[in-house]
């Protein structure tokens, strides 16, 4: 067992039936029981884990080396499906509040995996917020009602699996002498997203397009811009860059500000920080080109699938973006993948500890493996 | 063989890879040969069958005593989904047009009938218009799909087979005899749907509730009603006579009417002419209460449980209705009813010559079978 494993036994539970903690269970520490074999009742277990980034991250609010992450795991009858919270610091989520809604959660009073509709609505009303931590539950029951089909998610959802888009690759804001050594490194990949609204923002895009001339770029402001004139400014300096949109150009509650700039920029202007669950999609009709759906904002793939109905009803375009993660929720967001326009589902290829397989990028597109549900295993 | 069965044959087909007539088959025959098995292509078969109703049937702008109805089946590696298409008079399309419809499809160049969202793509982009007839292929397919999983459609869908509500049985215009004889056999049923508009409203309400005095009502107008006031007026009488709600009150261009209508009135307003796609579904946002979501209308399953999607993101009731069909098609709008408010499938139960076995009603409500796919069986 290496290092990266032995972290995985950090904060580790077993909500049973009762909703009391059982037993501390780390899930790859060779020790994990199935408690539940057999018995026709769900069971969930968790543990922390602390994802390490392969480089210091930096966006417009800050910089770290390492995310917060909460593992969990339904088991049921033999079978287990995996679930992850990805919990980068500016979110208000974490390993601790994550834990709180887990002590709530008693799954073991349904005994048919199979009603998604009616525990998730039950995971939902428990309380509110708390989206990383029912998105990992989320995750986690998709996984098992998969394997229990013996199908992937993309299958059962009537997807085409050769439908997958290429994934983008994140530059954050950093050195030119960093950003140019980060492209390079990021040259097997078809698309890079690029953090702007740092300051430096033209000079970031001349240094990625000195190690990368050709490459289609996707910009994410992370709503650093302020000045709807300057911005549109800039949305047009950008298309002349071969940028193919604009990520939360503006604060979330410039809104009259940033419907100016949907309607006269060049470039598709997508909603990220202004997206959680489906009202906010309702909102950002006429607002904006498209929305940036991710697991761990609107609570897992049930209430995503839906978004995504919304978005194309309104004929709005939809990416896919995600939180450093590992292989788990990473590997659910591209079942999704065939559904959408753009996928920025790079959030595991950035850490360094990823204790699962699943999801590969080939020639930039994502490759959704085989396996039943969300499609991993461990490594 | 009875005469029923012998009524298959009247006007069959098979459409394979190329598109062409490979010869005439009657799938309650006996002589069904399965000309595709292992080969792993998808082939479409059809034939029309005429349904005959058990009572004349009126609404506001006809009668009539059978339905026309084509039945379709797809066939996959030796596993046959079953679609139809129930096309009343009123309705543009019928088994001529949805021959010709089925004829210039080419479901040969599938060979993965999980790609529902691709194959059913095609279909709609195959020709415009034939709603009907793109609804049976889904229908198929969604069969198909169903029992190549091995399990019944709301388990694939997440949904609770418990949670099914009541369906209400229809009662048409007719003389105060008919109608109480009609009501009279409906007691099994909780619920009665009362069919309005044809100038004797408060005498149709009236005779049932002769016979039934407390039963809920829902009443169906067919656009029937044209002023608004005296619409207001209709509205108050009936929440007294213990309605729950009004389907189509007003003719669906009337639309400020019918927003009118619906802020003032006692009880739901329910969109039914006005409702075929998800376009409809939009527009219907703000002018009425709810809206009534047919199989046949809209295309299908997949495109339904997109509107069921949108109405409860607006905050929308939801009714489904059908046509007089066979349990084919009402057992298929069956597996969507945990979703849903309120259910009109009574379909079934109005023809006497019904080839399938599918959902059934148990003390008034809707009781899915553990089949797979659509869950019917041929009697």
Known sequence: MNKNRRDFIKKAGVIASSSAMLGTIGCDSGKNVNINKGDGKMKLTFHSYELKLKHVFTIAKNSRTTTPDMQVQIHYNGLTGYGEA????????????????????????FNDPFQIEKILDYVDNVEEGNHFAKASIDIALHDLVGKMMRQPLYK?????QEATPCTSFTIGIDKPD???EKTREA?????????????????MIENV???SPDKDLYVDVNGGWT?????????????????????????RNQIDDVAWLTENSPLPIVADESIHRIPDVL?????????NIKLMKCTGLREARKMITLARAFDMKILMGCMTATSCSISAAAQL????????????????????EGVKVVDGRLVLPDRPGIGIRKL
């Open 178 to 180: 960093v950003v140019q």
């Open 337 to 356: 993948s065939p559904a959408i326009d753009w996928a920025d589902l790079d959030g595991n290829l950035l850490i360094s500890n990823d204790p699962y």
């Open 187 to 203: 040259l097997p990949y078809r698309v890079l997203k690029i953090k702007l609204g740092g300051g430096n923002d033209k000079e």
């Open 86 to 109: 990805a919990m980068p610091p500016y979110y208000p989520e974490n390993p601790d509040s994550a834990t709180k809604f887990y002590q709530k959660l008693d799954l073991g009073q």
């Open 283 to 291: 909102a950002s009709k006429g607002v904006y080109t498209g929305i």
């Open 209 to 211: 397009r000195k190690v």
């Open 156 to 160: 059962i959802w009537g997807y085409d």
């Open 227 to 251: 000045d709807k004139y300057e911005a549109l400014d800039m949305a047009h300096w950008l298309k002349d860059q071969k940028v193919v949109f604009i990520e939360q150009p503006m604060p």
